[in-house]
């Protein structure tokens, strides 16, 4: 019986190795898994593929106010209606050429600007006034921007400094000192003219001529 198993079991082995296929005691053997990691896996990220760290872009300081800008109330306002004078009288020389009144008003609004202070605070109303009347000392102490001898020395600086001034009087004139209902949206940010304007004429388009 033992003789016939083992013929039986040769004559399969046989078969299957005339077949091709591999023998049922042979065993693959398994290929081993490598533990080493390979170079790519290995290699580093490049640093530009990393992404960048969240940086905040550091605030600009505010600009400082010049030394017109802390002048009295009545001095800045005298420095913006001669400001005004000038810049029609101007236009009116280009405008008609050369006469010798125009340029006597160019000169009184001149002086009007370097020691007018006092005689603008009589002048104003009293919504647009602060305070006492500039004494002669700070009249004579303030900064004269582009009534002055800056006109000739930094006059582009000189000019935006009188335009920042004037920017700010009619702010102020048009929320009567601070205290109408334009003053909170007014302040809030920086000045410009534009907005000094939008915000008028918002009102204005509403019908609204006076607001508490």
Do not use: W
């Amino acid at each position: 019986m033992s003789l016939d198993l083992k013929a039986l079991a040769a004559e399969r082995e046989a078969r299957m190795r005339s077949s091709g296929a591999p023998p049922s005691s042979a065993a693959t053997p398994a290929r081993p898994r490598s533990t080493t990691a390979s170079p790519a896996a290995a290699k580093p990220p490049p640093q530009g593929k990393h992404p960048a760290a969240h940086r905040t872009a550091p605030r600009a300081a505010p600009t400082a106010p010049s030394a017109l800008a802390k002048a009295h109330r009545s001095i800045r306002m005298a420095h913006s209606l001669a400001l005004v004078v000038e810049v029609l009288c101007a236009l009116s020389l280009f405008v008609f050429g050369f006469g010798t009144t125009t340029l006597c008003v160019m000169l009184l609004a001149a002086g009007f600007a370097r020691s007018g202070g006092a005689l603008a605070h009589g002048a104003l109303p009293s919504t647009l006034r602060e305070g006492a009347p500039p004494s002669a000392a700070e009249v004579e102490a303030a900064a004269k921007g582009a009534f002055g001898p800056g006109l000739l020395s930094a006059p582009a600086a000189a000019l935006a400094d009188e335009y920042r001034v004037l920017v700010e009087n009619l702010a102020f004139a048009c929320t009567y000192g601070k205290k109408n209902c334009l003053t909170n949206d007014m302040y809030a940010g920086e000045l410009s003219l534009g907005k000094v304007c939008s915000l008028v004429a918002a009102k204005l388009s509403d019908g609204t001529l006076r607001c508490a």
